[in-house]
């Protein structure tokens, strides 16, 4: 079966481009987020680590590592690192895992054989500090993954895990947020003093508590 959200992220060990790691000891107290890419010199590939590369400042002020994965060996993610600098104008900064075994690949269900060949599809699973999957997203390999998109759900569930609210559709930090619908009006008062707009009794509008 694959990994679900809540689960808790395997842990591996792994030969990187910034040397061996144990996964679960490199993630310490951040939150993580393993991409997986089907292989190196590619050019959608080359595109997103570039990409993620120039988000180090916001991975940061989110307490969050990039951490990407290749069946290629470490050896060819440092010469493929080289081509990344040169197009994307940005080197990677995050240690890219080789795979060459497919031991993580496989650990988290990567490869799917109906998707061409035995290549990784571009996985992405959002782990928290308690080491538990906060999101999962499975692109095709002919798709380039949506950066902002992964920012934006980091921004949800670290507002969500501290708030009782949860965030609508196409919200950006910021915008007005949903008082959860597990208060009741006597108990959100407690905690939004300054009132919501209820446009329904189960869907109750305030402006973003930390704003
Ligand atoms: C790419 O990164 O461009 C790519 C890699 C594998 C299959 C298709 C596209």
Redesign the pocket.
């Known amino acids: 079966m694959g990994l679900r959200l809540g689960d808790t992220a395997p842990n591996f060990t792994a030969d990187t481009t910034e040397g061996e790691i144990d996964f679960h000891q490199w993630l310490g107290d951040s939150w993580g987020v393993l991409m997986s890419h ?2 190196d010199f ?5 595109t997103e680590i570039g990409a993620t590369a120039k988000l180090k400042d916001e991975f940061d002020k989110r307490g969050a590592k990039a951490i990407v994965v290749s069946v290629d060996s470490v050896e060819d993610h440092k010469a493929w690192s080289r081509d990344i600098e040169e197009t994307q104008g940005c080197a990677p900064n995050f240690p890219i895992i080789g795979d060459t075994d497919r031991k993580v690949a496989e650990l988290y269900d990567m490869i799917h054989p109906n998707e061409g060949d035995t ?1 990784t599809v571009r996985s992405v699973f959002v782990i928290d500090p308690n080491k538990k999957i906060r999101l999962t997203l499975t692109y095709p ?2 798709a380039g993954r949506n950066f902002a998109e992964i920012l934006r759900v980091i921004d949800s569930l670290q507002l969500t895990d501290n708030y009782k609210v949860t965030t609508p559709a196409d919200w950006q930090n910021g915008d007005d947020v949903i008082v959860s619908p597990a208060l009741s009006n006597e108990e959100a008062k407690q905690h939004f003093p300054n009132g919501w707009n209820e446009l329904k009794p189960y869907l109750r509008m305030t402006k973003q508590p930390n704003r």
């Open positions: 089907p292989a590619t050019p959608v590939c080359t290549s390999k002919s």
